[in-house]
């Protein structure tokens, strides 16, 4: 699985990994955080978050044109050191609701900005490295590495957001309840309901206020909660500087890959050997089958990064927020890596080539199973969770199952089985309905979101977090089969001398997808059944697959 690839591949995949676990700290709250600080009801929220997830993932398209005449690495440098300011300015509490708002606006704008240079130049990087040869059969295992290098960091950032917002609201003397941040808002704005004001008080009391003003109670648990959130956006600056040093210490193993096509056809006439040149028929027709995978993606992505908002609206107001007993087992990190540990010793144990390969894979086995185990029956007592905590199932369903679907995929292809890149996304379509099938039969017997109000917003009848989880997992087999294939698609179809501009248009056709996921926010409060929301995305997923395997023929073609 990882032998024989360049060692810039792992440079570069950990340079991503630190700048990934920032940034899915910020996603892990950051609707929350502007419940919490602005009092923006669902619609609201989500349309910043798919307006802000819209723009970062815009913004590489643009960053591709710059990088095709500019230079791949220097971008790259400039966007961290951008996306740095930003975030520096969302780590900093602004008391004044106003300045607030800007200041929130301007870092996003920052963030925006600083990862549509970084994000898609550093991948073309990879790339290139994979144009090579002796590398060149190895691409798609080498963007599945480097794809799960991406959810390491994306898997440790829910819980480094839940620590530190912890601490910092512990400091103040209160710990999270889901219901408090609406509720406040409600009685601060004079909207709250008789009812809604009774739970207020029993939720001020339980946080050991009783004795104080309602509304004063309410104004400092919202300064306190949104402040907490601000020093865990912090987390995403220290998190960048361990990426930037990564990627300059380890800069020259990757620098041979930093060149255009204008760059690469010099190299090649200085070496006596031919570039790559392609027809003006075949140059569109390579633009089109990658615009036609550009606009399946658009609909999995509107589906699929409803993680950072419905989902994560169905964790805090219909899932159970206890776990008792080895239900805990998940929701704690060091436990998630002991079975990563595990996972990779199994595949070392059989792909080492020595026995003394074999028998120290076997021994890393052993503990981790052990380890495994031992936390396991050491699982007593109940766990109060946090919405946001459900988000690191995905990143780690991504790194253990990686291994598992390239050894699956090897040997498909061993036997000439394996199915093309573009068939794989219109199964990984069909995929991502199941999983929010499953969503909907859970959400059959729920209250819709609107019909919850009255009562901050949580669900008398709360579902057991296996369902979400469940979804998370099936999900995670369709991201597999689309997101790591369709960015080893367009880095292998791209014309040379657009592959920054169309790996730019991989993540414009997210972009579109991330903002159309406000279309489900909108809906959430109209009162719809919650089944029928999830409903709607399956039929999404269900006509996207349709339409890719309609086309399929012209789409095989190019990838030959």
Not at 147 to 172: C, E, H, Q, R
Not at 299 to 318: I, K
Request: hydrophobic letters at 50%.
């Amino acid at each position: 699985m990882f032998k024989n690839h360049p060692k810039g591949l792992y440079a570069l995949a950990l340079a991503n990994t630190g700048e990934r676990f920032g940034y899915y700290t910020m996603i892990a709250i950051f609707v929350l955080f502007l419940q919490a600080k602005f009092g923006f009801d669902e619609y609201k929220a989500g349309s910043i978050y798919s307006t802000f997830l819209g723009f970062v993932y815009f913004m590489p398209f643009l960053g591709g044109m710059l990088a095709d005449r500019l230079g791949y690495g220097k971008m790259v440098l400039i966007g961290i050191t951008v996306m740095f300011a930003g975030y520096l300015l969302l780590a900093v509490p602004v008391v004044d609701i106003s300045a607030a708002l800007w200041t929130t606006y301007a870092a996003l704008g920052f963030i925006s900005i600083g990862t549509g240079l970084f994000k898609g130049n550093l991948q073309v990087l990879v790339g290139n490295m994979y144009d090579a040869p002796e590398h060149r059969n190895k691409r798609d295992n080498a963007f599945s590495i480097f794809y799960m290098a991406i959810n390491v960091g994306a898997m440790f950032a829910p819980t480094a957001a839940t620590k530190v917002t912890n601490f910092f609201l512990a400091k103040d003397g209160y710990s999270y309840s889901a219901q408090i941040p609406s509720l406040a808002h409600q009685f601060l704005n004079g909207t709250i309901t008789p009812e809604g004001s009774e739970r207020l008080s029993q939720l001020a009391a339980a946080q050991g206020s009783s004795g104080m003003e309602l509304g004063a109670f309410a104004a400092r648990y919202i300064e306190s909660l949104s402040g907490a959130y601000n020093y865990s956006f912090g987390v995403a600056c220290v998190s960048l500087i361990a990426s930037i040093a990564i990627y300059l210490a380890f800069r020259g193993t990757f620098k041979h890959a930093d060149y255009n096509s204008k760059q690469l056809a010099g190299k090649q006439a200085a070496a006596g050997t031919e570039p790559e040149k392609l027809s003006k028929e075949e140059t569109v027709s390579r633009i089109v089958a990658l615009a036609l995978v550009f606009f399946v993606v658009i609909f999995f992505w509107m589906s699929f990064h409803q993680n950072g908002l419905t989902l994560t609206f169905f964790a805090r107001d219909y899932t159970s927020s206890t776990v008792e007993g080895a239900g805990q087992f998940g929701f704690d990190i060091l436990n998630l890596v002991f079975v990563i540990i595990a996972v990779f010793a199994v595949f070392s144990v059989f792909q080492s080539e020595k026995a003394k390969g074999k028998l120290i894979s076997g021994a890393i086995l052993g503990v981790s199973l052990v380890g495994v185990v031992w936390r396991m029956f050491g699982m007593t007592g109940t766990l109060k969770i946090e919405p946001q905590i459900f988000q690191h199932f995905n990143p780690f369903f991504v790194i253990v199952l990686t291994p598992v679907s390239m050894a699956v995929f090897s040997w498909l292809s061993q036997n000439g089985k394996e199915p093309s890149t573009p068939r794989k996304i219109g199964m990984g379509m069909i995929i991502a309905a199941i999983g929010f099938a499953l969503l909907a039969y859970a959400s059959m017997n729920l209250a819709s979101p609107a019909d919850l109000k009255a009562i901050g917003g949580v669900s008398d009848t709360l579902v057991s977090p296996n369902w979400l989880i469940s979804t998370y997992l099936v999900l995670t087999f369709g991201e597999l089969l689309l997101s790591p294939m369709g960015i080893s698609f367009v880095s292998k179809v791209a014309p040379p001398q657009f592959k920054g501009l169309m790996m730019g248009g991989w993540f414009a056709a997210t972009a579109v997808g991330n903002y159309l996921t406000k279309v489900i926010a909108k809906i959430w409060g109209t009162g719809m059944e919650l089944w029928m929301i999830w409903g709607t995305l399956i039929i999404i997923c269900l006509l996207s697959a349709v339409f890719i395997f309609s086309i399929m023929k012209k789409l095989e073609k190019v990838a030959k």
